[in-house]
């Protein structure tokens, strides 16, 4: 078997590779993508196992892809674990390089879970569409401030057709004139297309039993749904809802030593994307569940308005995830609870 450990750039990559059986060692830094793709494509014809290591990174999917169409086996580890594993101080290409294969070779490789082809691309669907409503709500916000120079406040009721009426009424200067129509033909754009990718998102929870099971939970949608089971990819990959929740970056950053412990905010780790559509879905639930919006009101109280935000998504990311792995819509999860049938716990009610 060759083993290759690959330092990753978006314009080049160095390698280090060992064939196990002749014990030939070999460096090369090959340019991206016609050497790079050149030099496996070589390697795949002389029909030898093949097994290649990198750290996760951006930018390399086209080189996945390479390696699935020639069948050569791809691990890709943890940059941190990666990171930490190392002795040596000096840090450089061919260093990096010689760590990975080392690390192959010792059978110490950190790798890790990656989502399948079909998970990743209906990422980019839920991305796409996230990106627009950014740009839509920061256009919305600028003609906001235009009605407001003008001293017209109507909040929510100028996106009606009078107070669009009435925004397009004002007689601004040229430029102004100007910037509100090509903010208004933005809007009228993106609108469409963002309706069109939510049908679609529709669509792909359908087909989904794992996001139509979470979709018995008040306040969560197709939307949240579906990023969850792709974000998370398998409900047993975690042991415990505190795994999902900081796999997620909702568990406070923790900097305790000695007799001293200190919590700050939350980590942010994970997907920035289910973190917001957690937020958002946990207080449509708070609106919508008399139980959730106890709970809410009494965070709300002992600790504010952000942190009880906050865990509340922390609290319906559990929920989510004990659904899921236990294969409970909501009123089951109500009933049973997540430990339902454990010694001593025989219908999970505490």
């Known amino acids: 078997m060759i083993i290759i450990g690959v330092d990753f750039h978006p314009g080049l990559q160095q390698i280090a590779s060992m064939d196990t059986d002749t014990g030939e060692f070999e460096e090369k830094r090959l340019a991206h993508r016609e050497e790079a793709e050149k030099f496996y494509r070589d390697l795949a014809s002389r029909g030898a196992q093949v097994r290649v290591g990198m750290e996760a990174s951006g930018y390399a999917r086209w080189f996945e892809r390479l390696l699935a169409e020639l069948q050569i086996e791809l691990w890709i580890g ?18 990096d390089a ?66 669009r009426q009435q925004l397009e009424s004002f007689r601004l200067g040229p430029w102004a004139s100007r910037r509100r ?24 929870a359908e087909k989904c039993p794992e996001a139509q099971r979470l979709m018995t939970h008040p306040g ?13 990819g398998q409900a047993e990959r975690f042991q415990c809802g505190k795994q999902v929740a900081s796999y997620l970056g909702l568990v406070p950053l923790e900097k305790s030593s000695g007799k001293r412990r200190r919590l700050g905010h939350i980590t942010k780790q994970g997907s920035s994307i289910v973190r917001f559509l957690l937020v958002e ?26 942190t009880a935000k906050v865990a509340m998504a922390r609290r319906l990311a559990i929920r989510l995830y004990w659904m899921w792995r236990e294969r409970q819509d909501y009123q089951q999860s109500r009933s049973f609870g997540s430990h339902a049938g454990q010694p001593g716990n025989r219908d999970g009610v505490h």
Not at 78 to 95: C, G
Not at 120 to 138: E, G, K, N, P, S
Not at 181 to 204: H, N
């Open 181 to 204: 129509r090509d903010l208004l033909e933005l809007l009228d754009r993106l609108s469409p297309t963002i309706a069109e990718l939510s049908q679609a998102i529709e669509q792909e």
């Open 98 to 163: 010689q760590h990975i294969l080392q690390l192959m070779l010792k059978d110490d490789f950190p790798k890790i879970w990656v989502a399948s082809w079909e998970n990743r691309d209906l990422r980019q669907l839920l991305w796409h569409r996230h990106r627009l409503v950014q740009a839509r709500t920061r256009i919305m916000n600028q003609l906001q401030a235009v009605a407001l120079n003008e001293g017209l406040q109507c909040k929510k009721r100028l996106w009606r057709a009078s107070g």
């Open 281 to 306: 879905a946990a207080q449509a639930a708070v609106r919508g569940d008399p139980q959730w919006r106890s709970k809410y009101l009494r965070l709300l109280m002992r600790r504010g308005r952000k």
């Open 220 to 232: 969560v949608g197709p939307l949240t749904a579906l990023a969850f089971v792709l974000i998370i």
């Open 78 to 95: 943890d940059a941190s674990e990666i990171e930490r594993k190392r002795a040596r101080k000096q840090k450089t290409d061919r260093e």
